[in-house]
């Protein structure tokens, strides 16, 4: 331990304490500062605590152990008991300086989501970790990267090579810290690995670092941190700390620091932007650092504040909703979108000062800004918005002009939900239908088209990985595989698709998106690194040629000691993981640079497969053709002095004050002392390409101390600049095969041992030659698959002579020999062999494989809606073939060509059906038709039950189902009666049905159309025989009849009622029904009762002629009133040949019903005069007195059956006794009506 002055006693004393160290959880929060103009989101990283094996109080702190963070990328990496020290050391480590993160993409993808985007570029997500034993939130959404503070456990061995230092957490040892805060210089010490390490006695001149520590005073108490450096070359650094409540669940303190000096001295700036104010987030713009947007904590004050000076001086304007993420523009500094937490999406072109509603209903992570190349408006925004569940749309409008007249929907109908991935030059959508996905692909703003995989792929799942170098590469789950995915990879359009490995090796983050172990070699263009399953264990795999052919990592001949290792390939070889952090202030497991092309540093093991346990770091620096191993335990490592130079820190839970520097591709290390404490380091800040060699270790050195900023100067471990002799060349190769990619390359890199500092603009390519062409300079085309000889054949479901390609005649196309090149390959072609495709003359040909179909594939569209038809030929001469399309309603087009329905036929139909619709192609080889049914529905609003109330038992009872608007063969008619388990189904509205037991019986009907579902239900009672009679009411009453069901039942409950009280047979056996239109009308039936015997019918029978003479009587007498509302009395009256009484209920008659005594003493002086002189009459037909026993029947509306009973003309009055029995009535003050008895001879009743 080195101490200096008065605290050396001190010191002394706190070497012998034991330490005693809570577990610590951190979440920390940074911007980037990055050379990619691409890069406008922000990152984040979460950390895994490790287990206590601590006695002490600290036992209160929740156990997280067996916790899988949403920021940890392997599912294995969790600590148990069959785990060394060392391996459970770097698992408890997940996130503490360097997190797991996934390879070289980024997933873009919520959790259930079947279809996500991948790109290590872009990230913009969210993340919740929660406290597995509290259920509570750990730490809230943060756009950053965070630290969070918790207590570490006091049982982590305190051990850092053989002078770790302790230290313990006492009140004097806490001041012992601050007493050391200030300027020092760094110890160093020197290590080789391997056959470097032997024969090494004598040390160089000692390099030194310079490094000064400040503490954030005050802010102890706060859990959280948000750490923002502006890079290229500025010496500013942002600092938000935050105290979040968790019982609150809310940031009740923050304070604000800012250093002008890489990180020297700081500055609180709480007064600027109010003492009050409690800031929440802090967001950079991308495109101009100098830019600053902090929110506030909406729970106390919603506003943003600003600031275009790197934080010197602040505005604030309020916000009137509360923002969740933030989307800047990727070339706009002031434009910026804001995603509200009730789903609706905002703009802002002057950085926050005012904000304008651009849609609501907008999925979370789904909205883009213009794509340049892409979009010709840079100001144009990519959205996804929810229309139903599952079911979204993709829309394209002005960030400050997105009413619904300036939208645009790009995709003919609805995508599935998180599906849009707007991403370089493509657009991606997903749509399910039957259970089965479709993916589509738009490529520079082209209409969509259907990514094509190989025929019997049928993926369930599909995952974009990468859109870089204009190819798609993507993960895909093929019928057959459950836990593995296989990689495709496209042609420039991203339409067609070839296999490139088989099984890759996923997993499943906690958000449930996908992580695939794919990993992006930086520098080497074409170079991937890949995990495929082989036989049940995962092994690492190599191609130099963008995936045509893979190869195992050879393993090192030695290991860190010098050891041999005896592994020979194939049944030994070198596995790594790939998982790259997604924090830019951690390393992750695996590390390339384009700065240093040919270095990749990771961390894996040596063996048959890929393991979590006994774990190194191993490093290459020819591009993979060998490996070293470096450490025996898994480090952190950084690139720095761009690319030229080294950084490794151990990653373990323990606090460190040592760091590792190599200048020579990791061959020598020298350890530097960056703190005279040992630190709990939280994160790393620096900046590789810049010129200052300015590194900060932020952390703390107890839970209980300030958060600590280590500014580490590197600058003086060089002697000076590299000059031209300090550089020396080395050949890019496969395995000795000098071209790669098609042509061979010489990189320049510095010579081992130099100490001087690389210039940015030095070039590491010194020279490259284009190769003679060759089979794996290219990949299979579409249709065709690699043989074991390395030759593509096409697969036995593709017909290579189908020529898909436009020709017309006197022309010529280029036929596909199999192969295409691969994408920024550049050998050039000049052997025997041909691999490019050949041109071919165009002949003649008739068309054939025509098809029609709708844009999405349906057979069914609502009336008055655009359909879009596609009509597809797979071969014949397309320029010279006439395309005619039959719509099925009368409407054809004509097209001269089949190039003019690239973006489809729209057509509109104005009534619901079914169409045939037919497409007819013909040239002058021959004709071919194809036709498909479409069924243009219109929603039902309205259905209607018409049935009799009372039915016959065992006779036919019609049944009719009416429905607004009316349509044709496009309703389909469910039909359910009683307590059937299976319905009757129709295609017309009506229906004839035998009832079979007596009682009341529920009768449902459902009528489904376009995907809407209606249903009416009536109750019928079933009996053997009964009466009815037709009722009429007082003609006022129409004017209050508003011809609805429910009042058509309140007035016929009135009217059951009245009867009852004055003929005292019981309601239950009385039944009143009003027909639906006008005039008013109804009709009563009288049924026997339930409970009598069958014996007993002919009494029944007899007491049901009783109560209708009764009810008759009561009728006539006009003794059936109700009040339908106050000083209106409605009268009930018996029903002759007219639908209205010929007496009004008033006193004096009115104008109506004096015109109706009229008409009906009209009618009857008619009938009577046609009854006297019938004879004399030539065209009245004449019936014989001999054929009076057949008089002419009246079948009722309501059967339908032969045997069913008639009524006889005979039963009803002639004309004359009408009007005889009329004025007999009228002259004794009351009308006596004729009865209309109906017996079980008429088997149904009339339901007008």
Known sequence: MFCLGSVWHFCLFACLLTPIYPTIRAFVETSLPTRSPKTNVWHRVGVIASEKNTNTKTDKVPKLNNHKSEFSRHPNMEPNENMPPKAEARANLDGVIGNEAHGSMEVVQRKGSKYSFVDFRKYHRFFDVKNVENHTKLYDKIDGLTFARTKRSSGTKLAEDSDRSTFGETHSSERLLESVHGLYGSRTEYRRTGDDARGTGSRQSEPHLVSSTVALFGDSAHNQAMVHWSGHNSSVILILTKLYDFNLGAVTESSLWRSVDFGSTYVKLNDKVGSRTVLSYLYVCPTNKRKIMMLSDPELESSVLISSDEGATFEKFPVNFYIQSLLFHPAQENWILAYSHDSKLYSTMDFGRKWQLVHENVMPGRFYWAVMGLDRESDVVHIETRIAKGRAHYVKCRAQRCTEAYRQYLFPGHVDTNSLVVQDEYVFVQVTKSGRASYFVSYMGESFQQMKLPKYCLPKDMHIISTDEKQVFAAVQEWNQNNTYSLYISDPSGVYFTLSLENLRTSRGPAGNLLVDFYKVEGINGMFLANKLVEHQVKSFITYNKGQTWAL??????????????????????????????????????????????????????????????????????????????????????????????????????????????????????????????????????????????????????????????????????????????????????????????????????????????????????????????????????????????????????????????????????????????????????????????????????????????????????????????????????????????????????????????????????????????????????????????????????????????AIRRKEANLTAVVWPSQSRTVTFFWWFENSSEPIITLEGSISYTFAREGMTKVTVQVSSGGFILQDTKVIAVKEFFKSLLLSFSPMLDEHNPDIPEWREDVGRVVRTALSQVSGFPEEQLLVALSPGLPTAAELFILPDSHTPPEHRKKSEEALVSISDILVNALNQGLIQFELKADTRIIVYITQLTLAPLVDSNPIHNSSAMLMLLSVVFVGLAAFFIYKFKRKIPWIHVQTEDSHEKEPEVIGTVGQNDNMSKVKLSEFSSPKEIMEKDLEARSRGMARNVERVITREFPNCTNV
């Open 553 to 950: 990592l050879p393993a090192p001949d030695t290991d860190v000691a010098g050891n041999n290792l005896h592994c020979v390939l194939p049944f030994c070889s070198l596995h790594l993981h790939l998982e790259m952090s997604e924090n830019p202030y951690t390393s992750g497991r695996i590390s390339s640079k384009d700065l240093a092309p040919g270095i990749i540093v990771a961390t894996g093991n040596i063996g048959t497969e890929l393991s979590s346990t006994n774990l190194g770091m191993f490093i290459t620096s020819d591009a993979g053709n060998s490996w070293r191993q470096i450490f025996e335990e898994e480090h952190n490592v950084w690139f720095l002095d761009n690319g030229g130079a080294l950084l490794a820190v151990l990653h373990a839970t323990a606090p460190i004050r040592h760091l590792w520097i190599s200048l020579d591709e990791g061959k020598k290390w020298d350890r530097h002392s960056f703190s005279l404490a040992p630190l709990f380091v939280d994160g790393v800040l620096m900046e590789p390409e810049s010129e200052n060699h300015i590194i900060t270790f932020f952390g703390h050195f107890s839970h209980r101390s300030e958060w600590q900023l280590i500014k580490i100067d590197y600058k003086g471990i060089f002697s000076r600049r590299c000059m031209d002799g300090d550089y020396q060349t080395w050949h890019l190769h496969n395995k000795g095969e000098p071209c790669v990619m098609g042509e061979k390359q010489i990189y320049m890199k510095r010579r081992p041992g130099n100490r001087c500092m690389l210039t940015q603009d030095y070039s590491r390519v010194s020279s490259s030659e284009p190769c003679l062409c060759r089979a794996y300079d290219f990949e299979c085309d579409y249709g065709y698959e690699r043989q074991a000889n390395g030759k593509c054949s096409s697969a036995f479901w593709f017909d290579p002579n189908t020529a898909t390609k436009s020709c017309s005649t006197s022309q010529s196309y280029l036929n596909s020999t199999g192969y295409r090149k691969v994408l920024s390959n550049n050998c050039k072609e000049g052997g025997k062999e041909v691999f490019s495709p050949r041109k071919q003359p165009c002949l003649p040909r008739p068309p054939q494989g025509l098809r029609l179909a709708t844009s999405q594939g349906e057979l069914m569209a609502p009336v008055g809606s655009n359909v879009t038809f596609l009509v597809h030929l797979e071969d014949g001469d397309s320029p010279r073939t006439n395309i005619q399309l039959d719509f099925g309603d009368g409407i054809t087009v004509t097209y001269s060509n089949l190039s003019r329905t690239d973006d489809g036929i729209k057509h509109t139909y104005k009534s619901a059906g079914i169409y045939r619709v037919t497409t007819h192609a013909e040239n002058s080889q021959g004709s071919v038709t194809s036709s498909l049914f479409l069924h243009i529905t219109s929603p039902v609003e309205r259905v209607h039950l018409s049935a009799p109330i009372v």
